[in-house]
T-cell receptor, first 115, second 110 residues
């Protein structure tokens, strides 16, 4: 598959548990983005990587959210001590060029439900 | 924070009719992009229009951009059932960050 792959597709966790969401971008894509999408809303920016460097994490809602991309390819979004308001779809996107001047390619997202 | 606002929020038309969606934004932009999202899926890029362009076509899609009014429109001609989806506009302000609207939910009735 040549597209962006996210896993798991669905994740149910109890409040207080830690979760890890994985994103496999398109091979060779430099830019990687994480978004949070609430039901019926557009995506909200969380963080941006250029290769392994996290250039912008201004959208992360709290210090419970942490993202990494250690080798410049696969990325993981980790949420510690989950709360009910963390329930949302988490989307990953990659782009072959730096920045937002080119289209982004999205995975199908991870739907996170916190009970 | 969301920059764009799509109008209408929901649109239901008969197959074969044209569908028009509008997007307004607040600040100066580098480009504006339109994406489609089918239920339960990720977003798919449809078309990108640069700030110095006024109109762009791609198949059955026509996008216009009016930077003086800070608005854009997406026209889908001869709609099909497969066009049923949510449509989002996104603007690029900085050199990487996309700012999204809340989307228009389009339903094509057979």
């Amino acid at each position: 598959g040549a597209g962006v792959s996210q896993s798991p597709r669905y994740k149910v966790a109890k409040r207080g548990q830690d979760v890890a969401l994985r994103c496999d971008p398109i091979s060779g894509h430099v830019s990687l983005f994480w978004y949070q999408q609430a039901l019926g809303q557009g995506p909200e920016f969380l963080t941006y990587f250029q290769n392994e460097a996290q250039l912008d994490k201004s959208g992360l809602p709290s210090d419970r959210f942490f993202a990494e991309r250690p080798e410049g390819s696969v990325s993981t979004l980790k949420i510690q001590r989950t709360q009910q308001e963390d329930s949302a779809v988490y989307l990953c996107a990659s782009s072959g060029r730096t920045g937002g001047l080119k289209p982004q390619h999205f995975g199908d997202g991870t739907r996170l439900s916190i009970l | 924070s969301q920059q764009g606002e799509e109008d209408p929020q929901a649109l239901s038309i008969q197959e074969g009719e044209n569908a028009t969606m509008n997007c307004s934004y607040k600040t100066s932009i580098n480009n504006l992009q339109w994406y489609r999202q089918n239920s339960g899926r990720g977003l798919v890029h449809l078309i990108l229009i640069r700030s110095n362009e006024r109109e762009k076509h791609s198949g059955r899609l026509r996008v216009t951009l009016d930077t003086s009014k800070k608005s854009s429109s997406l026209l889908i001609t001869a709609s099909r059932a497969a066009d049923t989806a949510s449509y989002f506009c996104a603007t690029v302000e900085s050199n990487y960050q996309l700012i999204w609207g809340a989307g228009t939910k389009l339903i094509i009735k057979p």
